[in-house]
């Protein structure tokens, strides 16, 4: 079932009188005036939750303005499902994963309006991305096996899922480059492979091998980086041939970002970096914080605008993140809600 606000159908009919007198570049404009809202400078912190729905939490770029459980407060209490689990964006649309009620919840980014959901077709909904006007949403689907999960393919307009995907293998997370879909056939550093599926036929092509273990990855310069727990893996993007391999000694890694030529890594309660060319890991951590979730330390990761945020993944009630500066400082600890697991930012 598919259900659409009447925000999206204004939008809808706005569109079209917009396309009968603009051409397509018009439309949209990168260097134009940019989308106005209260949630227009700043980030997200989801919020996974445990025994009520999870939440959104909305703090200003310059970290003095805090403000919780906002999708429930601008939709008449309206929430966003069991298990929050991830945000993918589109233009000026999010779409907030909960695998724990299978479903899409799609807003405005900028005001946190709902917009419209997906409630169908789901089943453990993971992580998702935009190409050709269709998200593809990994599927974990039955708890029992790894060989059953799928990639649902939804049409943007409808909110309906048309296709899946059999991936015989684990759907995890996912990355669009260069017109092909590489996803992570792994959860919970359980597996080691990536499949490479193109969109134009929705088929799996390839699969490339990678350490067991496979924790994170990412994609730059021609390169996938790898991360399991033991090695920080450089795999060529064309011929899944392995350029480089790094031994990680403590066997515990588990988030990874790469921003600015370098490669920053979590291994238990520290983040360490090296740079994107260098061939050892890193001595000493860059700095190492208290966790209060013991096995869920490091729960959320991320390094954006010379920043490193940190999520502790405490499940029994509200739990907190940190934000460093590049060397290593903390700049600010705050308060969010139970089980944060991902930053978005909107800026």
């Known amino acids: 079932m598919k259900r659409i ?10 569109g079209l009188l917009l396309n009968s007198c603009s051409s397509d570049d018009d439309i949209v404009d990168p260097d134009g005036p940019q989308a106005e809202g209260d949630y227009t400078n700043g980030f997200f912190v989801l919020n996974e939750g445990s025994q009520a729905a999870g939440t959104l939490t909305y703090i200003s770029e310059d970290l003095q303005t805090i403000e919780h459980n906002i999708y429930q407060n601008l939709n008449e209490n309206d929430d966003l499902g069991f298990f929050a689990q991830s945000i993918f ?4 649309l999010a779409y907030i994963i ?14 946190l309006e709902l917009v419209g959901k997906v409630d169908s077709g789901l089943e453990v909904p993971m992580y998702g991305v935009v190409k050709n006007g269709k998200a593809y949403v990994t599927n974990q689907a039955s708890f029992s096996t790894t060989t059953d999960d799928y990639i649902a393919v939804i049409d943007l307009e409808t909110l309906e899922v048309e296709e899946n995907i059999a991936l015989n293998n684990v759907g995890g997370k996912i990355i669009e480059e260069d017109g092909l879909l590489y996803v992570q056939n792994s959860l919970y550093r359980l597996g080691k492979d990536i499949s490479i599926i193109n969109p134009t036929n929705n088929t799996v092509e390839k699969t490339f091998i990678t350490n067991k273990g496979l924790a994170d990855f990412d994609i730059e310069d021609g390169l996938i980086y790898a991360l ?5 893996e450089k795999i060529d993007l064309i011929t899944g041939e392995i350029i480089s391999s790094i031994e990680l000694k403590q066997e515990k890694a588990n988030k990874m970002e790469i921003e600015n030529d370098k490669i920053y890594y979590t291994v238990n309660e520290g983040v360490y970096v090296i740079g994107k060319g260098d061939e050892t890991e890193a001595e000493e951590p860059l700095f190492e914080y208290e966790s209060r ?7 959320g990761f991320n390094v954006e605008d010379d920043r490193i945020f940190i999520a502790d993944g405490n499940f029994a009630s509200n739990s907190f993140i940190e934000v460093y500066n590049l060397d290593g400082e903390l700049i600010k600890n705050i308060e969010v809600g139970v089980g944060p697991n991902g930053f978005y930012f909107n800026d």
């Open 98 to 111: 909960s695998n724990g009620s299978n479903l899409i919840t799609v807003v405005d980014r900028y005001t």
């Open 5 to 14: 606000s009447k925000l999206l159908s204004m939008a809808l009919i706005g």
């Open 89 to 92: 964006f589109e233009e000026n």
């Open 293 to 299: 979730s013991g096995s869920l330390r490091m729960y």
């Open 228 to 232: 399991s727990k033991s090695k920080l």
